[in-house]
């Protein structure tokens, strides 16, 4: 589909990016990305030192991939998440090519040894074709034996540790409450996100696709992608009873 004939969804809005922002990416999150990266990297046995952080937001791992001596290119299509990435990288001495599209246009044949979308950054788009599209550009942009690493909340996590609503609380004051729904035969979660500041509320949503271990696995392998292994986090526990995520780690054959 065309970029100029596609639908505005909730993503489109740098609005929500922009309030989200301490929910979404809490400080903690970057102090802990070194790690995260170095896990994940040990889970896709990865051989080469070119990335590319797919959805990379405010550059959390883009940045610890550069820091472990990765050539990196860090992809969103969002300006705001894209401006603090740069900052980041510039405190942090890190050189990062930064490039502004939308995954699903975002292609480079051959071009890296790694990819990795995490913190639930695959499933945007309503329509499900949409998401196999974007498997497919990463699959292209992969050199032989290069591979792909997914984190999202897996269908049956979420069915384990489901809540209706729940609220969160900035040091600032400003409070979060989230009220969650399945729907459409448990293939998409949406979240209503109020968010309460200086005593004024705004209302804004979030909807991802659901996949269980099983659906990724197949999704990844009819793009193209073998030796798929499944994790419940990036410790690379068993997708079992104890996840706590789904991680999806396929590679392009050699």
Do not use: H
């Amino acid at each position: 589909m065309k970029k100029s004939q596609r639908k505005k969804e909730w993503f489109d809005s740098e609005r929500y990016w922009r309030e989200t922002f301490p929910f979404m990416f809490p400080e903690k999150t970057f102090a802990a990305a070194a790690e995260t990266v170095r896990k994940a990297l040990m889970l896709a046995r990865v051989e080469g030192k070119s990335a590319l952080d797919l959805c990379c937001g405010p550059g959390r791992c883009s940045i610890a991939l550069a820091e472990q001596g990765f050539t990196v290119t860090g992809v969103d299509r969002t300006k705001y998440l894209l401006d603090k990435a740069r900052a980041r990288a510039k405190a942090a001495g890190a050189s990062i090519e930064w490039v502004a599209q939308d995954m699903r246009d975002f292609v480079r044949p051959d071009a890296f040894d790694f990819a990795l979308s995490m913190f639930t950054s695959f499933g945007y788009f309503e329509d499900r074709n949409e998401d196999a599209r974007v498997l497919a550009n990463v699959f292209a942009s992969l050199r032989q034996g290069g591979a792909f690493l997914i984190d999202v909340i897996g269908k049956e996590v979420l069915a384990k540790s489901f809540q209706p609503s729940s609220a969160d609380t900035l040091p600032d004051g400003t409070t979060l409450v989230e009220q969650r729904q399945v729907f459409d035969d448990w293939t998409r979660v949406r979240s209503k996100w109020t968010i309460i500041r200086d005593g004024k509320a705004q209302r804004l949503t979030f909807q991802v696709n659901l996949y269980s271990g099983q659906e990724l696995r197949e999704k990844m392998q009819s793009t193209g992608f073998v030796d798929i292994q499944l994790y419940g986090s990036v410790d690379g526990i068993p997708y079992g009873p104890d996840a706590k995520r789904l991680i999806a780690v396929g590679r392009k054959r050699k």
